[in-house]
């Protein structure tokens, strides 16, 4: 047991240096984790002698190490990404105005596989999806999907945090946003994460499109985003539903397509849709 408090503190000190930057100091691990000054040390050296962080100059403390971008590499290696993915964001980019991506689900995670952006509509960063499925509507298509226990199993896991103001922190209200999810094959949240940021996501699913069924698997999401502004000003959402809309849906229905003409790829998680 005190190993595994052991690689759950090294990780804790990996998300903290992840989120920092280059340039974090021991003390200030050390500070942000409530953790004494010597196991703080202890754990980045650890961390730099295996690869995944790297000592810099003596005033800048700490860094991301090379082993990192090889571990994600192998993970967007093990999902499953379909052929002309690259192609389908980028229509949805210039159909909608809006950043694009594409996520993947494993079990009850999300993995941003990719993205489709420009410095005028640029694709919000999020660090976890963890604690935030809630409050974001590529979370909730996974949610809506999850058997009843099991999404209680995870709701338990993340909790319903209060991420911004219009966030949902209520089960019983949840529950009701996540039927209206399923009946409706889309997902939006806005305000709920971030204060100034709505989303919209669509789902791709592996199955026959035709014969909509709870045989469909889920296995990703089309979402776009954009920016919460007063309505009426320049780029506020009134007006622009129908065009994003229409963007993300046709892209997951074309990424959804590739699956049920036969492309396998790496087997996806099975959450069970039910289409209707």
């Not at 974090?24 to 703080?40: E, G, P, Q």
């Not at 699913?205 to 035709?210: A, C, E, F, K, S």
């Not at 998680?269 to 289409?275: E, F, L, N």
Request: glycine residues 10%; contains cysteine.
């Amino acid at each position: 047991m005190a190993g595994l408090g052991s690689v759950h503190r090294a990780l804790r000190v990996l998300e903290v240096v992840a989120d920092a930057g280059d340039g974090i100091t021991a003390k200030a691990v050390a500070r942000r984790l409530d953790y004494n000054l010597s196991t703080t040390y202890h754990l980045l050296t650890s961390l730099v002698d295996d690869g995944y962080l790297v000592r810099l100059e003596p005033a800048r403390g700490f860094g991301l190490g090379p082993k990192l971008p090889a571990l994600n590499d192998r993970l967007r290696a093990q999902l499953p990404i379909p052929p002309g993915l690259g192609a389908t964001l980028r229509r949805a980019h210039a159909t909608a105005g809006a950043a694009v991506l594409y996520a993947a689900y494993r079990d009850a995670d999300v993995v941003v596989v990719a993205s489709d952006d420009c410095p005028e509509h640029p694709v919000p960063t999020i660090s976890t999806w963890r604690g935030a499925l809630h409050a974001t509507a590529v979370g909730k298509l996974l949610l809506a999907a999850l058997p009843p226990a099991r999404r209680t199993e995870v709701l338990a896991r993340d909790g319903l945090a209060p991420l911004a103001s219009r966030t949902i922190s209520s089960r019983d209200v949840l529950d009701r946003e996540l039927a209206a999810v399923l009946r409706r094959g889309l997902a939006t949240d806005r305000g709920e994460f971030r204060e100034r940021l709505a989303c919209m996501a669509a789902p791709v699913l592996r199955g026959d499109p035709v014969e909509r069924s709870a045989e469909e698997t889920l296995v990703g999401a089309v979402a776009v985003a954009v920016p919460v502004v007063p309505a009426g000003g320049p780029g506020s959402l009134h007006g622009r539903r129908d065009r994003l809309e229409r963007a993300v849906r046709a892209a997951a229905a074309r990424v959804s397509t590739t699956f049920a003409d036969g492309w396998v790829g790496t087997d996806p998680v099975s959450t069970g849709w039910d289409g209707r």
